[in-house]
Structure formats: structure tokens, C-alpha cells
């Protein structure tokens, strides 16, 4: 297809051509001359308004004939619902281009190469313009470039995606050079490979309906993440498209498709969705998710009329932490606290923290009898000396509340509250515990000695 104009080519013809009237083609002048484009103007519904006179001979029809004519007239009926496609697209975009075959005046079908833009007239009404020309012989004695294995092969190892295209059972009858590097094996040991074979049984049932849906409804997938298994074991995450493969007479042969490999991708949506539930320096739940946590916790509680409890921890003197030692310091003993907070507690109880030196804990099962021993765990272990860069910090202690689900509050507002109310009263004298129900009346100070 030599000599295609580009687009700038077709946008300077189309604006010289609007200079000029399509009644009179000696005004054409050069462009009379030189173009060897069928040049047109329709209307949204698809009506010729305008026809340069001299290029319409491929399609058989005099200019007269053509004015007026919509262009879905000349359109083979099974493409003829796909028209209002085309005009959406060049609406939208703003311009369209590829191959479209139209039906001549003799019944012959042509395929033409357009390329359209859309134009906006000062009075606001919009038409499409374009340059199209008859590309059937070369089509044809090429094979079609789409058939042309030697053209598609150019094409699809110059790009950096896989291209395949499987039969109805899921093997593979053709790929470009990019599929046996994203698998793994090599090229002829991907011939005939099944897609069983680098999927897992999870993955291998989507792949298998995705290939059903596209085969019942002849509607291409464009967009589908799998996770692939190459020859070495390790996985990689692909996004692929799937599209019903037909033969000359319309009859499914397989399926075709892109596979992009998107493991980057997912990994930085694998990390986002790790950074919104969890906080980035201890590791440890974040407030959104104790919160999320909590209200499930309540659910099944409630189902079940169980107990379920709730520590809330503040650190006592951190901001002098902070304040002689530095915020990375403080940060470091924050850490620490974690991993002893994790050590203490099981893999059932859900520790979060909340944001500066506040830690909540949801604990697993029913453990409202045993709160205090829970608490004096946590007193014994967090006020241990921390070592910190050949620095002792032995003044660090924590206060610590707690509320029971039913017998502080229904919702998970009302106990992060009270059990926050808990740990106040507990603030006051320090390096102790109080649970919200008796906060009021009893006072259960558990006394720690500090390790010297």
C-alpha cells in the first residue's frame, strides 16, 4: 500500500478541498490532478453531500447517483447494524480510519481504505469527511494483508506483545516470537501447547469460560488477567483479549488474542491494596482496616451471642522518646513495639495500628473473664527496656483500656469509643489497665516492675 497519505495529508486536501465547490471541477485544480482518493463529505445518518466527480468510477455510480445515497446502502447487510459504530467513533474520536467493504453498483464487493475526521461548521452542524480509495486488488493479490502470513508475521514480532491464536480445544496454532519468551519454552515446543498446561486449575476454568462466552456470543473479551506458569515455575500476570477466529465462510476455526504481560501492574495494585489496609511502618492493620474488621467481628458475635473484646494502647512518655532522641528513634521503638505486640499475641487476635503511638487489639474468641491476664502480658511486655541504636529507653510504658461486645456497646463507633475512654482513666496513673465496665467503680492497676 504504497504512497498512504498520513493524516496531515488528508486534513490539507480536506481543507483545500472545502475551498472549493464540488460542482465545478476546475476548481480542483492541483488537487484534481494529483489525488488519486475518493473524496466525500456525509452527513451523521450516513447521506453523501458532497463528491469530488472524477474518483467515483471504482463503485460504478455516476456523481449524481451518488449525492444523496447513504453509505449504509452500499454496505453488505451484515455489516449494516455495525454503520451507527463507525459514527460513534468518529464522533467521539474525532476522526476513524481502516478497511470497510462496500457493495459496488454491479453487486461486486470492494474494500475500500478510509480515513475520516469529523467536521463542525459554523452554523454547528457536524458532517464527516474523508479520503477513501479501492485497495481490492491490491488486497487481493497480497492475500490480504490480515491473511498475509509473511506481512502479519513482520507486524506482530516488531511488537512487544504476544499474539496468538489458539483452536477450538485451546492449542496453539500460531504465535509471534513474544509468547514462547513470556512462557518460557521454546518456539516448537509451544506448538500445540494447550493452555492447561501453563495455567493452574483456578486460572485454566477462566480461560476455559472465557473461551465459551466469545464462542456463544461472537463478543471479543477485551480485557481479562490471568496468572501464567512458565516453564521454570514462576508465575507472571498477563492481560489478554480474546476474539472468535472464523474462516472465509464465517465458521469459528479458534480464538486470537493479545496477552500483555501487566505483572507490574499488578504488583502496583497488589501494593496499593496492601498500603490502604496496613500501616507502612510496622507493617501492622491500619485504622480502616480494624475498623472494617471490627464491624465483621460484631456480626458474628451478635449471630452467635458471643463475647468479643477490644484493647485499646497508648504509649506513655513517647513524645519524650521523640522530643531526646529523635523522630527516627521514636520511630524504630514503634516498630519494636509491633513485634513484641505480635509475639505476645496469637494468630486469631487482630492487632492494628491506629496512628502515632496507639495500637488497638481485637481479640479472638471469648476472652472477657480473662482480660486482665491478656492485659498484664502486654504491661510486662512493653514496658521491657528497648535498645535502640546503643540507646537505652527504659521509661516507655502503656497505658491500656479495653470494652466487651455486649456489654460496652453494639456498634464498632461505640467500643473503639469506650474503650478509648478506658484507656484515658488508665492515662491518668500510667502503666496500667482499665476496662470500660468497671472504669467507673473498680480500678485494676496492674503494677510492672521494670527489668534493670
Given amino acids: 500500500m504504497a504512497n498512504k497519505l498520513t493524516q496531515r495529508d488528508l486534513a490539507d486536501k480536506i481543507a483545500e478541498f472545502k475551498k472549493t465547490s464540488c460542482d465545478d471541477p476546475s476548481m480542483f485544480g492541483e488537487i484534481y490532478n494529483s489525488v488519486n482518493e475518493f473524496i466525500f ?92 480509495r479501492d485497495v481490492t486488488d491490491i488486497l487481493e493479490t497480497e492475500q490480504a494483508l490480515i491473511e498475509s502470513e509473511i506481512r502479519f508475521r513482520s507486524i506482530l514480532d516488531s511488537i512487544e506483545d504476544g499474539y496468538f491464536e489458539v483452536d477450538l480445544g485451546g492449542s496453539f496454532t500460531f504465535f509471534n516470537d513474544t509468547i514462547p519468551n513470556q512462557l518460557g519454552y521454546t518456539y516448537d515446543e509451544c506448538i500445540g501447547l494447550n493452555y492447561k498446561k501453563y495455567l493452574d486449575d483456578a486460572n485454566a476454568k477462566r480461560v476455559f469460560e472465557t473461551f465459551n462466552h466469545v464462542f456463544l456470543t461472537g463478543t471479543p473479551t477485551k480485557s481479562l488477567d490471568w496468572e501464567l506458569i512458565k516453564k521454570d515455575g514462576r508465575t507472571m500476570y498477563v492481560e489478554a483479549s480474546v476474539s472468535l477466529q472464523r474462516d472465509r465462510d464465517g465458521n469459528p476455526l479458534g480464538f486470537c488474542g493479545i496477552v500483555r504481560d501487566c505483572s507490574e501492574r499488578k504488583k502496583y495494585e497488589q501494593e496499593l491494596a496492601y498500603l490502604a489496609y496496613h500501616d507502612p511502618l510496622t507493617g501492622l492493620h491500619n485504622r480502616k482496616a480494624f ?33 531526646d532522641y529523635g523522630h527516627e528513634i521514636g520511630d524504630k521503638l514503634l516498630v519494636q513495639v509491633s513485634a513484641r505486640l505480635n509475639e505476645v499475641f496469637r494468630e486469631t487476635d487482630y492487632i492494628s495500628r491506629l496512628g502515632g503511638d496507639e ?90 516492675r521494670k527489668a534493670r
Fill in 41 to 132: 463529505e456525509h452527513d451523521l445518518d450516513g447521506v453523501f453531500l458532497g463528491i469530488c466527480p472524477r474518483f467515483v468510477g471504482f463503485l460504478g455510480y455516476s456523481r449524481e447517483e451518488m449525492i444523496g445515497l447513504n453509505v449504509k446502502t452500499m454496505l453488505p447487510e451484515k455489516y449494516q447494524e455495525q454503520f451507527h459504530e463507525y459514527i460513534s467513533r468518529v464522533v467521539e474520536n474525532g476522526r476513524d480510519e481502516g478497511l470497510i467493504q462496500l457493495v459496488a453498483k454491479t453487486g461486486r464487493k470492494r474494500i475500500v481504505e478510509h480515513k475520516n475526521h469529523l467536521a463542525v461548521h459554523p452554523d454547528g452542524t457536524k458532517t464527516i469527511q474523508g479520503i477513501a
Fill in 291 to 323: 475498623l472494617e474488621k471490627l464491624d465483621e467481628v460484631i456480626m458474628e458475635a451478635r449471630r452467635y451471642e458471643n463475647y468479643r473484646s477490644v484493647l485499646f494502647i497508648d504509649l506513655d512518655h513517647f513524645k519524650k522518646v521523640n522530643d
Fill in 359 to 448: 495500637f488497638t487489639i481485637i481479640l479472638g474468641g471469648m476472652v472477657r473473664s480473662n482480660l486482665d491476664k491478656v492485659a498484664s502480658r502486654i504491661l510486662k511486655c512493653l514496658s521491657k527496656p528497648y535498645i535502640i541504636q546503643g540507646a537505652k529507653i527504659d521509661f516507655v510504658t502503656p497505658s491500656i483500656g479495653a470494652s466487651t461486645y455486649p456489654d460496652d456497646g453494639h456498634d464498632a463507633e461505640t467500643l473503639l469509643k469506650h474503650a478509648d475512654s478506658a484507656m484515658y482513666r488508665a492515662k491518668e496513673k500510667r502503666n496500667c489497665f482499665f476496662s470500660y465496665s468497671n472504669a467507673c467503680t473498680n480500678v485494676r492497676r496492674l503494677q510492672v
